[in-house]
T-cell receptor, first 109, second 114 residues
Framework: GQSLEQPSEVTAVEGAIVQINCTYQTSGFYGLSWYQQHDGGAPTFLSYNGLDGLEETGRFSSFLSRSDSYGYLLLQELQMKDSASYFCAVSSGYSTLTFGKGTMLLVSP | EAQVTQNPRYLITVTGKKLTVTCSQNMNHEYMSWYRQDPGLGLRQIYYSMNVEVTDKGDVPEGYKVSRKEKRNFPLILESPSPNQTSLYFC?????????????FGPGTRLTVL
């Protein structure tokens, strides 16, 4: 089976940098994705790492280390609108996506 | 506009009364999937479909059925709903379903079973 661990809640202030970690255990691994979900809304795709290293998309970056079964999402220059839940998700088969339980990010002024 | 639509958005029903939640996508995606989201449990996959007439179980398929007769539609059927199926349901689609594909989610259906 698959299991993912990520912190349940992270708090930060506007303008700061925050890192949300994700560790996983899975049989078969294709890659690690990150999704954002504002309260009650649809999850939206942020990034995908299929290979080790850092992927950068604007203020957001995502990192993967396959050997450590570990990844993180880095959010820079935090804004109030970044307050949301963030989910890591493992592709462990051709077509299955297993989500973590989510990290609620609270950004304060 | 490229989108995934779900209907109804909200539904309150009673135990045992069959219901169907529809899902449709206009992006010609091959892959579609259903998830349920419960507080503290994240998103859990119910069923997925790689293409027309091809469906498979996800992590929590018990009590649900799906069908994929057309590429754009992927309805979720609860033949005899029970209170433990009270949840927020999301339909999603992606071009091929492979790991790197972005999954596009519908707006969600909030179901309450009394």
């Amino acid at each position: 089976g698959q299991s993912l661990e990520q912190p349940s809640e992270v708090t930060a202030v506007e303008g700061a940098i925050v890192q949300i970690n994700c560790t996983y255990q899975t049989s078969g691994f294709y890659g690690l994705s990150w999704y954002q979900q504002h309260d009650g809304g649809a999850p939206t795709f942020l990034s995908y790492n299929g290979l080790d290293g850092l992927e950068e998309t604007g203020r957001f970056s995502s990192f993967l280390s396959r050997s450590d079964s570990y990844g993180y999402l880095l959010l820079q220059e935090l804004q109030m609108k970044d307050s949301a839940s963030y989910f890591c998700a493992v592709s462990s088969g051709y077509s299955t996506l297993t989500f973590g339980k989510g990290t609620m990010l609270l950004v304060s002024p | 506009e490229a989108q995934v639509t779900q209907n109804p958005r909200y539904l309150i029903t009673v135990t045992g009364k069959k219901l169907t939640v529809t899902c449709s996508q206009n992006m010609n995606h091959e892959y579609m999937s259903w998830y349920r989201q419960d507080p503290g449990l994240g998103l859990r996959q119910i069923y997925y479909s790689m293409n027309v007439e091809v469906t498979d179980k996800g992590d929590v398929p018990e009590g649900y059925k799906v069908s994929r007769k057309e590429k754009r539609n992927f309805p979720l059927i609860l033949e005899s709903p029970s209170p433990n199926q009270t949840s927020l349901y999301f339909c999603a689609s992606s071009p091929t379903g492979t790991g790197g594909d972005e999954q596009f989610f519908g707006p969600g259906t909030r179901l309450t079973v009394l």
